[in-house]
């Protein structure tokens, strides 16, 4: 659904506008996030997205199936989305602070830090033998403190990063590492060889790393970017080989989950080490500086 930015005043159809559901609640239509698919209640507080569902598709299932379960720690998804089971199913989805934010004052545990949490998103749901399949930047939302506040009821975390939009996603019996290849649905990420199956668990990992790329520029547009930082993009986006069956071209999100928390640890650890070694040349500089002038 592309975040929940660069809204238009457009028409709202009537039977959503008119809709009990919206009605009962307060919320009027006027902005469109995308043409016949999303709409918004513009500045209104508290601010709602309403997305109109696909009855084909599996989203509502699996909005419904999130809800049920505890929307704190490893849980991304946003809580608090209702599905509405009309003639015309839709979504009402609390709308929070977008991710697209300055990166201008990220360092790299920051970096580090969200990237752990991308992971973790996309491990939780792959427990659930969920695949997104569509994981990108515009999916993804940044609790602010606004939102916060304005969604008082709701389990919001200040400053975490939550996953949106189930339009492709699916639903599959087994999970990673058993799961064999299906047919790519519409993607924003250009598949790797011209390849149109694929292990949808393994999709989203290279999806991941294309995202850790793409914020990676963002913060460093005017700096370097570190070795580390250049490094893990390209493990998760991987070497593929044309896997035809369960893909080995690249880590598990667990796997790449567990070794981002050793990464975080050893760069906290190195941190600490050359704060402390600041502050010792600091200590030592007024001495040399005496040494030198008695010379």
């Not at 809709?19 to 508290?46: C, F, M, S, Y």
């Not at 839709?90 to 709308?95: E, R």
């Not at 792959?126 to 930047?137: G, K, N, P, R, Y």
Request: charged share 20%; proline share 7%; aromatic share 10%.
């Amino acid at each position: 659904m592309d975040g929940f930015s660069g809204g238009t005043r457009c028409f709202v159809p009537d039977w959503l506008q008119n809709h009990p559901e919206l009605e009962a609640r307060g919320i009027k239509l006027v902005d469109t996030v995308k043409p016949d698919v999303a709409w918004r209640n513009g500045v209104q507080i508290p601010p709602y997205v309403v997305k109109a569902l696909d009855p084909a598709g599996q989203e509502a299932e699996i909005y419904e199936r999130l809800r049920e379960l505890s929307p704190g720690g490893r849980n991304h998804t946003l809580p608090g989305c209702d599905v509405i089971r009309s003639e015309r199913p839709f979504l009402i989805i609390p709308a929070i602070g977008e991710f697209m934010v300055s990166f201008d004052d990220w360092d790299l545990g920051t970096l580090l830090r969200c990237y752990y949490q991308l992971l973790e998103g996309v491990e939780y749901l792959h427990e659930l033998h969920i695949a997104h399949l569509d994981f990108v930047t515009d999916n993804l939302l940044l609790a602010s403190h606004w939102a916060v506040e304005y969604h008082k009821n709701l389990p919001f975390e200040m400053g975490k990063i939550y996953i949106m939009d189930f339009g492709e996603s699916q639903q599959y019996e087994l999970g990673p590492g058993r799961q064999p290849a299906i047919k790519l649905p519409p993607s924003h990420i250009t598949p790797p060889n011209g390849m149109t199956h694929f292990d949808p668990y393994s999709w989203d990992v290279l999806c991941v790393g294309h995202a850790f790329q793409w914020i990676s520029a963002w913060v460093h547009e005017d700096r370097p970017q570190p070795w580390i930082v250049r490094r893990l993009g390209l493990w998760l986006v991987g070497n593929e080989r044309g896997c035809t069956s369960v893909c080995h071209c690249r880590p598990s999100a667990r796997r790449a989950r567990q070794v981002m928390s050793v990464i975080i640890w050893a760069v906290g650890v190195l941190e600490s080490f050359e704060r402390a070694m600041r502050t010792v040349r600091g200590m030592f500089s007024p001495f040399a500086q005496t040494s030198r002038a008695q010379d």
